[in-house]
């Protein structure tokens, strides 16, 4: 089993920053690929950003990419999403997902996820 707990969301301005962290705990972190994806109220979730099992490989939504930013401390067993030039319309409720494989966008790969962190961004 993983767990994993996700902080650092809240209310930003459009334009701001926020930075995201993803705790895990259980079996060894690095073993695991991981995985940020969100949900927005009434919408499907959908694929943000993953990173492989070290921080070299990584891959981001097109939404997303250039202003995002996906890493990784393995030695704190913590994934990080840094956020930049937020917009309302990444407002969502953002989770960290982790699966024993390679990166991917597939969201149905992943085998654990935590309860999510809420990130609202006001035009």
């Known amino acids: 089993q993983v767990q994993l707990v996700e902080s650092g969301g809240g209310l930003v301005q459009a334009g701001g920053s926020l930075r995201l962290s993803c705790a895990a705990s259980?079996?060894?972190?690095?073993?695991?690929?991981m995985g940020w994806f969100r949900q927005a109220p009434g919408k499907e979730r959908e694929f943000v950003a993953t990173?492989?099992?070290?921080?070299?490989?990584?891959y981001y939504a097109d939404s997303v990419k250039g202003r995002f930013t996906i890493s990784r401390d393995n030695a704190k067993n913590t994934v990080y999403l840094q956020m930049n030039s937020l917009e309302p319309e990444d407002t969502a409720v953002y989770c960290c997902?982790?699966?024993?494989?390679?990166?991917?966008?597939?969201?149905?790969?992943?085998?654990?996820w935590g309860q999510g962190t809420q990130v609202t961004v006001s035009s």
């Open positions: 259980g079996r060894t972190f690095n073993n695991y690929a």
């Open positions: 990173i492989g099992w070290s921080d070299t490989n990584t």
């Open positions: 997902e982790a699966r024993a494989g390679p990166f991917s966008p597939e969201e149905r790969l992943y085998t654990y």
